[in-house]
């Protein structure tokens, strides 16, 4: 039982090879039911009564489901994952890999490493080396440290405001 869907960098494929690891280089990614994301790419499969075209375009990866209780029903038809579909799995996989690499990053700031340092453990671990993700993982470490300074600023705007206001003599001084 496969699947194919057209994911849309080369960072996701990358990263769902890392998450159902392929037999062989080349060979389908196999994907497992105890992965969240596995999951949610059985769930979204639909049937076909006719053979469906292989996705056209870059970043196309094979999926090669598991037999189970789940996907019993699927075996021996032809599967294949509606423009819908692929949309909703590319945002879910965006999602979890920046929670992934959020999660990393807060640990080994945690430990005292420095920001490439961290990155460049990232990518190893993740077997991210087709893509060049560096830049791409810079500026989100960038973006993520520049929302949290504008709440910081939010934040003590917000109690300068208040100790302006608990301060504020301007009532007693117009009654003397």
Do not use: W
Not at 119 to 146: C, G, M, W
């Amino acid at each position: 039982m496969t699947v194919f869907l057209q994911l849309e960098t080369e960072l996701l494929t990358d990263y769902c090879r890392y998450l159902f690891p392929p037999a062989t280089p080349d060979g389908p990614c196999k994907v497992s039911e105890s992965h969240n994301f596995g999951k949610l790419l059985i769930s979204h499969c639909r049937i076909s009564e006719r053979p469906v075209a292989r996705p056209a375009g870059d970043f196309v990866l094979e999926f090669e489901l598991p037999m189970s209780n789940t996907t019993q029903t699927l075996n021996n038809k032809f599967l294949y994952f509606s423009k819908g579909d692929a949309d909703r799995l590319n945002a879910g996989l965006k999602a979890l890999f920046d929670i992934d690499f959020y999660s990393y990053y807060q640990k080994a700031e945690g430990c005292g490493m420095q920001k490439k340092e961290i990155i460049d453990a990232f990518v190893t671990s993740r077997k991210l080396f087709n893509s060049d993700p560096d830049e791409a993982l810079h500026k989100r470490i960038y973006r993520q440290e520049a929302t949290k300074r504008k709440r910081t600023m939010k934040l003590l705007l917000r109690r300068i405001y208040y100790l302006n206001e608990t301060l504020d003599d301007t009532g007693i001084t117009d009654k003397q």
